[in-house]
């Protein structure tokens, strides 16, 4: 019967959520309590003005128990945040196989770091957020405090994905570089997979480890990397310096238009790649505006190259986007264990949004957004119909 539907908290959008996590496989890991909160907290991610607090979450997902069964569920609840990460990756994987396989293209994985900025706290603060340290920031060209992460993303050349990342701990002796190296053994496909990074990753390490899985590297190295034209050590900059206009050909990548200079042969740590040495068509050719591009599959045309590197802009979208839409740097929780919680169900969101679009996270959002306000919307309604005090569907929905 409809008696009493409306008020079990059949919020029709929390059934959309519900089918997703259904879908991950996840109901057969966890348990209703534990479905119910993952469901609540997606939900209030997704709401417009969300700002990473426990009120907020509480609040934008109407959820029913008292604020204090959250911030539990973060930081003693014994569920396993690792289950949820492992089967979202297993879906995630399973989709662009399957994306690439239609678009016969390859898979991308890129990977950088990201800084989550909090405050620092003052000497006398009890209780500090724990593993927040100084990180540089390139960007803001300045140290900041915070958490640093570096992250992961899978993409075929249509959809992204962030699919794992790890807390950089300056005091756990393991680099960058060697986390990076840690999320790529995770990484089991069949198919091509060129992996994009900054010129702040290639080292020799990172590299080896990538064509030792079978995948393939191209990523920006810096302009003193030394190159070996002829036999001879020189740095990238230097052979930069003896290129004529007329050594180079015009590339076009999207709306951009380079000149290129090809180089094949050895540099440090490698003994066959190709070095692009890059300008733009509207720039000098001077070192100061000169990009280099490694990449280690030599069948490559530049354009290709340059195609594929320009691929690594999805991860720098997603850190925009997490951050301004779904607060990843939002959080209040203190324990590390409760803040990594919070960064994969930020993920978990932020797949969803991905997933209802079945294709950007922009629009996904928005479509959640509106299915929600209709929710609402159905649910009121609803209980007028049948009568039910006001007073009760005011609590319900947290205006009481």
């Known amino acids: 019967s409809q008696g009493g539907s409306c008020l079990m ?113 003052s000497s006398r603060a009890t209780h500090a957020i724990q593993g927040c340290d100084w990180h540089y920031s390139h960007s803001e060209k300045k140290s900041i405090w915070g958490h640093s992460l570096v992250w992961f993303m899978v993409h075929t050349a249509t959809q992204a994905f962030p699919f794992a990342f790890r807390l950089y701990d300056k005091t756990a002796g393991k680099s960058k570089g060697e986390l990076a190296i840690e999320m790529l053994s995770s990484l089991d496909v069949r198919r091509p997979v060129y992996v994009l990074m900054d010129s702040w990753y290639p080292s020799k390490v990172l ?58 042969g050895a540099l440090n740590g490698l003994d066959h790649a190709v070095v692009l040495l890059a300008w733009k068509a509207n720039q000098p050719m001077t070192s100061e505006h000169l990009h ?52 994969i169900l930020v993920q978990l969101a932020y797949v969803y949004s991905l997933f209802e679009s079945n294709s950007d996270f922009s629009d996904g959002l928005d479509l959640l957004r509106k299915r929600k306000g209709h929710s609402l919307v159905e649910f009121i309604y609803c209980a007028a119909k049948q009568n039910i005090p006001i007073d009760t569907v005011k609590k319900q929905l947290h205006v009481a």
């Not at 802009?313 to 997603?318: K, L, P, Y």
């Open 292 to 343: 280099c591009v490694l990449s280690t599959d030599r069948e490559l045309s530049d354009e290709e190259i340059l195609r594929y590197y320009a691929q690594r802009w999805s991860i720098e979208c997603f850190f925009r986007q997490a951050k301004d839409q779904l607060k990843l740097d939002g959080y209040r929780v203190r324990q590390v264990r409760a803040v990594k919680r919070y960064w």
């Open 9 to 121: 908290n059949r919020l029709a959008h929390h059934q959309g959520i519900h089918k997703f996590f259904t879908m991950l496989g996840l109901t057969l890991y966890f348990s209703k309590p534990v479905m119910k909160h993952l469901v609540h907290i997606v939900d209030a991610m997704i709401t417009k003005g969300f700002s990473g607090t426990l009120t907020d979450l509480h609040h934008g997902s109407f959820h029913p128990n008292h604020r204090t069964t959250l911030s539990h569920f973060f930081t003693k609840s014994p569920w396993e945040e690792e289950t949820l990460l492992r089967k979202l990756q297993q879906w995630i994987l399973r989709r662009v196989e399957r994306i690439a396989k239609q678009e016969n293209q390859p898979l991308f994985v890129s990977i950088d770091d990201t800084i989550c900025q909090k405050t620092k706290p």
């Open 207 to 264: 590299v080896e480890a990538c064509l030792k899985k079978g995948f393939h590297v191209i990523a920006m190295l810096k302009t003193n990397r030394i190159l070996y034209p002829n036999g001879v050590a020189v740095q990238a900059k230097q052979l930069a310096r003896s290129i004529e206009p007329n050594d180079t050909h015009l590339v076009t990548v999207g709306e951009e238009h380079y000149r290129v200079y090809r180089y094949e």
